[in-house]
């Protein structure tokens, strides 16, 4: 005996439509998406109340119909006619907008709704190839949207509420705002795209939304879900496509560029960063080129060639140097000083060069410092810690170990925490010395939360 289809009686009892009514929205629905033969009646809408499985392609318009009422997205899996969120479709570089669209918004509901499962997907090596080629060359399809019509009134509130979050992120870490942020972005953000636009709302719409989407996927990131990252930033790459910004496109390249290169794939990580440097051969954004090549300068380390990684970092340094930071996108403002020299210090770390690593971790602790930055801060320190052991020196690695330890505490990222790891690993040569033994106490209570 069938299952009454609760999920699709619940949903059906909030949008105070009729049997009728669904039946005559998914005709129109067909209708507009090519399917012709396809009319259900009332009697339909029943039989799949009753539990009775909707045939294909019925389910996917069903759940576009409740989702335009609704305002934001509504799965198949939300209203029981369908297997749960295929989240590797997330992974895809669809040269359709609408694809991109139901793509970008099914993310954020599955991250809101089924966080603990998104968060086990994995990091896929291979999926960045694709989006960055499509990004450099396609030529993008457009569909037409439904609703009430966006204003450059609604993009520049958006645009606004971005800076807020990013400062939250830089300040107190990824996992601090995220929850927030994902709440804002499909009650709020992701449903404008649905909607009707003039050419000119469209193109700062996209951009806005992508620049929410690289800051989710930044923040799930930090936070150490890398597969969620992944999703959230290839989505973003599309959207900054539709832009025709090519700048804020570069630096979504940057963030995947930088976290292939931190899960383990440098090479991957190398060609990401590059892909974006040619993304702005016709573009001056001097702050993205500059940390594109930090970046660079990072997968380079990763893989030991020293000489190609001092090479870039003094083309991010050479570059640096002429950033007019008045001129810069509000997405560019952590590109500075501390970040820069953060990144620097962490190459020159990977390929053993102590005393020019210990330089950029000053420098970049001088300057996190100043703004109250922990979480940078804290990674900073980690990297002179380093620097400290790699010279053989205990007590000054404990004493930055330390005061990394301190600023750990005081954010919410995955990556400060693991920056405490990466010192506690290298402390291991020097045994059971009473200075690694304070220290791992130290952080083991860091560790345990």
């Known amino acids: 005996m069938r299952e009454p289809n609760h999920l699709l009686a619940d949903a059906l009892a909030r949008s105070l439509m009729s049997q009728g009514e669904l039946a005559r929205r998914v005709h129109a629905r067909a209708l507009a998406t090519g399917h012709r033969h396809i009319n259900p009646d009332a009697t339909a809408v029943r039989r799949w109340l009753s539990g009775q499985e909707a045939r294909q392609p019925l389910p996917a318009l069903i ?45 954020g509901r599955a991250d809101m709704d089924r966080r603990k499962f998104l968060a086990a997907s994995p990091f896929a090596a291979a999926a960045g190839i694709g989006p960055s080629r499509d990004w450099l060359l396609n030529t993008l399809d457009q569909a037409p949207q439904t609703g009430p019509r966006v204003r450059l009134e609604d993009v520049t509130s958006v645009r606004n509420m971005f800076a807020a979050f990013q400062d939250t992120d830089v300040m107190q870490g990824g996992g601090s705002g995220r929850l927030l942020l994902t709440e804002y ?11 009707t636009y003039s050419e000119d709302v469209r193109r700062a719409l996209c951009a806005a939304v992508a620049e929410q989407t690289y800051l989710l996927g930044w923040m799930a990131f930090d936070d150490g879900e890398h597969g969620t990252a992944q999703r959230y930033l290839i989505q973003a790459l599309r959207l900054a496509e539709e832009s025709h910004d090519a700048a804020l496109g570069a630096h979504v390249l940057a ?49 030991g060639d020293k000489t190609a990684t001092a090479r870039a970092v003094l083309e991010s340094e050479k570059t640096f140097s002429t950033v007019d930071h008045a001129t810069e996108p509000v997405w560019a403002k952590f590109i500075d000083a501390a970040y820069l020299h953060g990144e620097m210090a962490n190459a020159f770390r990977d390929i053993d060069q102590a005393d020019h690593a210990a330089e ?65 690993r290298r402390m291991i040569p020097f045994g059971s010395h009473q200075l690694v033994a304070d220290f791992n106490e130290r952080a083991r209570v860091l560790l345990a939360a």
């Open 255 to 303: 963030g995947m560029a930088d976290q292939a290169t931190l899960t383990g794939n440098p090479t991957e990580g190398r060609r990401l960063a590059q892909s974006g440097r040619h993304g702005l051969a016709h573009v001056n954004s001097r702050a993205c080129l500059a940390d594109l090549w930090a970046l660079e300068a990072r997968a380079h380390a990763a893989m």
């Open 63 to 107: 759940a576009d119909v409740f989702s335009g009422h609704f305002g934001r997205r509504i799965t198949t899996y939300d209203l029981g006619l369908g297997a749960e969120p295929d989240l590797d479709r997330q992974l895809t570089y669809s040269p359709s907008w609408a694809s991109t669209v139901e793509s970008v918004t099914e993310l």
């Open 185 to 195: 972005m499909n009650e709020h953000v992701y449903p404008l795209l649905r909607r």
């Open 360 to 424: 950029h971790a000053r420098q970049s602790i001088t300057h996190a410092r100043a703004q109250k930055r922990a979480r940078r801060g804290a990674m900073s320190q980690a990297a002179l810690a380093v620097s400290h052991l790699q010279r053989r020196d205990l007590e000054a690695a404990h004493s930055a170990g330390v005061r990394t330890l301190e600023l750990a505490q005081r954010v919410k990222s995955s990556r400060a925490v693991e920056a405490v790891e990466d010192v506690q």
